[in-house]
T-cell receptor, first 115, second 112 residues
Framework: KAGVTQTPRYLIKTRGQQVTLSCSPI?????VSWYQQTPGQGLQFLFE???????NKGNFPGRFSGRQFSNSRSEMNVSTLELGDSALYLC??????????????FGDGTRLSIL | DQQVKQNSPSLSVQEGRISILNCDYT??????FLWYKKYPAEGPTFLIS?????DKNEDGRFTVFLNKSAKHLSLHIVPSQPGDSAVYFC???????????FGPGTRLSVLP
């Protein structure tokens, strides 16, 4: 059974540009969450999607946005990139939304570097 | 305000001994708890979970203990192996459908 797939694995951008990251969940999983991990920090929650609807959103500026498609695949977009956006962006999928006694499964992340 | 805390950033243990990783939480609505292991350049891997109706869950070398009154959980690894060296994240969620909340992680080093 294929795991969570994130593309691309690595990305280099410059300040002011925008970027789109992609996540394909485990087959049958309908919930997708996105996290940001920076050095020395834990996983900071960005947003969660279920059935193409954003259910929860973390404390990030509006430059961070996402969407989910009918096949449960998800994308996140960051506009007007800043140096502080350099991080590992992780996607996780689960059968149901958070809090229903089942774990999330993570992809290997996209390492975004801003120059 | 950190809802899930892992107060030890790092821990070193001798191979074969027990590793105990601790996690504290503040939100009394949390009722499902998980532990993840993360190697560099990989995503976190789910290890073990426990729901609030239990106080212990065991899976091979890994046991998670939950003390609801103290809002504390711990992960025991017995015996510890060098391959267990990784960052361990504690996470929690509530059945009201809120998102998972992760702790900052503890780096475990198992010395041969």
């Amino acid at each position: 059974k294929a795991g969570v797939t994130q593309t691309p694995r690595y990305l280099i951008k410059t300040r002011g540009q925008q970027v789109t990251l992609s996540c394909s969940p485990i087959s049958g999983h309908r919930s997708v969450s996105w996290y940001q991990q920076t050095p020395g920090q834990g996983l900071q929650f960005l947003f969660e999607y279920f059935s193409e609807t954003q259910r929860n959103k973390g404390n990030f500026p509006g430059r961070f946005s996402g969407r989910q498609f009918s096949n449960s695949r998800s994308e996140m977009n960051v506009s007007t990139l800043e140096l502080g956006d350099s991080a590992l962006y992780l996607c996780a999928s689960s059968l149901w939304p958070g809090g229903m006694d089942q774990p999330q499964h993570f992809g290997d992340g996209t390492r975004l570097s801003i120059l | 305000d950190q809802q899930v805390k892992q107060n030890s950033p790092s821990l070193s243990v001798q191979e074969g001994r027990i590793s105990i990783l601790n996690c504290d939480y503040t939100n009394s609505m949390f009722d499902y708890f998980l532990w993840y292991k993360k190697y560099p350049a990989e995503g976190p891997t789910f290890l073990i979970s426990i729901s609030s109706i239990k106080d212990k869950n065991e899976d091979g070398r890994f046991t998670v203990f939950l003390n609801k009154s103290a809002k504390h959980l711990s992960l025991h690894i017995v015996p510890s192996q060098p391959g267990d060296s990784a960052v361990y994240f504690c996470a929690a969620s509530a059945s009201d459908g809120q998102n998972f909340v992760f702790g900052p992680g503890t780096r475990l080093s198992v010395l041969p």
